[in-house]
C-alpha cells in the first residue's frame, strides 16, 4: 500500500517562499507519476504541477508557472514543491498525488494515492 506523507506548509507573507516535500512509501517510487494540487475553502481541489517517473518532464497550472518548481528524488522517494513569489490567491490546502501511469498527468481522477495535505497561508 502507498502512503504519502506531506510538509513543508505554513504562514508567509506575500512575495515569500516555501519549499512543499512529500515522502512516499511503499512500492516503488519510480513508477509513479507524481502531481500536486491545491484545494481553498469552499473551491475544487485543483491542479498545480505534475513530475514524470524520471523527473525528466513536467507541466504546470497557467496560474502558477514561472513561480512554482516541482521536482523529484527518486533515491530519497521525495517530490517536492518549490513555491516563489506567493500570492494571497495561492492559499490553500496542498496535496500530492501518485498516479500508476509514468508520464505527467492533469486529471485528478487519474490519481490513486493521496496524501493528506499541507497548509499553505499567504498573507498580504
Known amino acids: 500500500q502507498v502512503q504519502l506523507v506531506e510538509s513543508g506548509g505554513g504562514l508567509v507573507q506575500a512575495g515569500g517562499s516555501l519549499r512543499l516535500s512529500c515522502v512516499f512509501s511503499g512500492r516503488t517510487f519510480s513508477s509513479y507519476a507524481m502531481g500536486w494540487f491545491r484545494q481553498a475553502p469552499g473551491k475544487e481541489r485543483e491542479f498545480v504541477a505534475t513530475i514524470d517517473w524520471s523527473g525528466g518532464r513536467t507541466f504546470y497550472s497557467d496560474s502558477v508557472k514561472g513561480r512554482f518548481t516541482i521536482s523529484r528524488d527518486n533515491a530519497k522517494k521525495t517530490v517536492y514543491l518549490q513555491m516563489n513569489s506567493l500570492k494571497p490567491e495561492d492559499t490553500a490546502v496542498y496535496y500530492c498525488?501518485?498516479?500508476?501511469?509514468?508520464?505527467?498527468?492533469?486529471?485528478?481522477?487519474?490519481?490513486?494515492?493521496w496524501g493528506q495535505g499541507t497548509q499553505v497561508t499567504v498573507s498580504s
Open positions: 498525488a501518485a498516479d500508476r501511469s509514468l508520464g505527467v498527468e492533469l486529471s485528478i481522477v487519474q490519481y490513486d494515492y
